[in-house]
């Protein structure tokens, strides 16, 4: 049965400790170069989101994700001889292992939830079948579940694609780059959206012994080797956002988040400026980031998330409870994440009276019509950020329920605990139906 969560706060002042678990895009990442590497990284603080945890199963073989006759979500794939990998909802693993298992020798079939088989994979398998992969569709053109037969030859070191769809094609081509006879030259059309991500991961290439060079729009990689290393995974930015959002909402804040550095690879980072626009300040010392929240008037009116869509969420939510009209840029890439995040923060928001309207891709808060629901619940569209981005609303709104509480799992299993050590009421209850 699935459980839900009732989410209540008696007072507005929250001062505590929260370590928060390592962080799935460093992590995801690192453990597809480990595998690249054939031993000679070995990642350290692997993170216990649930997408890390699968993948790391699949990748070092001791997961039952991958099996030769599974049937999970896959009774339309008949007659099936390969090895078939079922990574449910993890859309960063079904983008990496795409490209991993295309440069394999082994036949795969790599399948997912019934939203990941509505996440567009087209772009990337077309790039890579371009490079000489050997990729068939199982059921809808441009759509998981994929077949990958093996025998890559490559064909060229030079792929063109689109910058402005997601970043974690380019990061999947680049993952792989050091691996193939001729290298890899990525041309990148149009703007790159979400270029942290990208530079996260070749900075952590770089820590591997893989070097490239990054010219205009085209990053080359040259056909190498990885150096003996370790990649320590940084605790998480994105979790760490809720908490930023949580000192936002309160009357008064202090909260010291552990192993947080400023000189993270992890574009999410940029909460801290972000957040200081709501009068939080950031101070790097003792192991950590103490964050506490000082009165002052909100000043900035737009924000572009174009390069940390993950946030976005969160931002938006903190506006709505603050009555704060902003606008916001960046966000096109949200329609196709665990949900259709932009249409599902519409609907969510609308709960307690506020719009988020769009005009030409700039998307507007109108808070005139919010009002304080006694009771509010939350869908979260099997979408961890959805409950996570709205939970802050506790402080708020006087009882909140959400939907499918394990859906946080994804990346922040400890989430609920971690609420509730801060003082948060949180009681788990059987859904209604």
């Not at 994979?121 to 077949?147: H, M, Q, S």
């Not at 290298?183 to 820590?207: D, F, K, N, W």
């Not at 969420?313 to 840029?329: D, G, K, P, R």
């Not at 802050?392 to 006087?398: D, F, G, S």
């Amino acid at each position: 049965m699935m459980q839900n969560i009732i989410l209540k706060r008696n007072n507005k002042i929250v001062n505590g400790t929260v370590n928060l678990t390592g962080s799935k895009s460093e992590c995801n990442r690192a453990l597809i170069i480990e595998a690249l590497s054939e031993g000679k990284v070995k990642v350290e603080n692997i993170s216990d989101a649930a997408d890390a945890v699968l993948l790391a199963g699949i990748l070092r073989g001791d997961q039952e994700a991958v099996s030769a006759d599974s049937s999970a979500n896959n009774s339309e794939i008949e007659n099936c001889k390969s090895a078939i990998v079922d990574i449910g909802p993890a859309g960063t693993a079904m983008r990496f292992l795409t490209a991993y298992y295309a440069i394999q020798e082994d036949e795969v079939i790599l399948t997912g939830s019934k939203r990941m088989k509505e996440r567009p994979i087209g772009i990337l398998v077309d790039a890579l079948r371009v490079l000489g992969a050997n990729i068939d569709y199982e059921e809808n053109d441009g759509y998981p579940p994929i077949k990958l037969k093996g025998g890559f030859k490559q064909q060229t070191g030079k792929i063109n694609i689109k910058g402005n769809i997601s970043s974690q094609y380019i990061t999947a081509l680049l993952l792989i780059a050091a691996r193939l006879p001729l290298g890899l030259e990525v041309h990148i059309e149009g703007e790159l959206t979400s270029r942290p991500y990208v530079e996260m991961t070749l900075a952590m290439l770089e820590t591997a012994g893989i070097k490239h060079t990054w010219q205009g729009n085209v990053i080359a990689i040259a056909n190498q080797e990885f150096t003996t290393t370790s990649l320590h995974v940084e605790p998480d930015w994105s979790a760490a956002s809720y908490w930023y959002a949580i000192a936002a909402l309160a009357d008064e804040a202090e909260l010291f988040l552990t192993g947080l550095t400023p000189y993270s690879l992890q574009g999410d980072s940029v909460i801290t400026e972000i957040m200081a626009n709501f009068g939080i300040t950031s101070q790097f010392k003792d192991g950590g980031v103490h964050l506490k929240k000082e009165n002052k008037p909100i000043s900035r009116h737009q924000f572009d998330l174009k390069e940390c869509p993950d946030l976005a969420q969160t931002v938006i939510v903190v506006c709505a409870a603050l009555n704060h009209e902003a606008s916001f840029t960046g966000l096109e890439t949200l329609k196709i994440k665990e949900t259709d995040r932009i249409l599902a923060l519409q609907t969510e928001l609308a709960k307690m009276g506020v719009k988020l309207i769009e005009k030409d891709e700039v998307y507007t808060l109108d808070c005139s019509g919010k009002f304080i629901p006694e009771n509010i619940f939350i869908n979260t569209y099997h979408d961890h950020r959805m409950a996570m981005a709205f939970a802050p609303l506790a402080l708020v709104l006087p009882q909140m329920e959400f939907e499918n509480g394990p859906v946080v799992d994804k990346s922040y299993p400890a989430f609920w605990n971690d609420l509730e050590k801060q003082g948060f009421e949180v009681e788990e209850v059987v859904a209604k139906g």
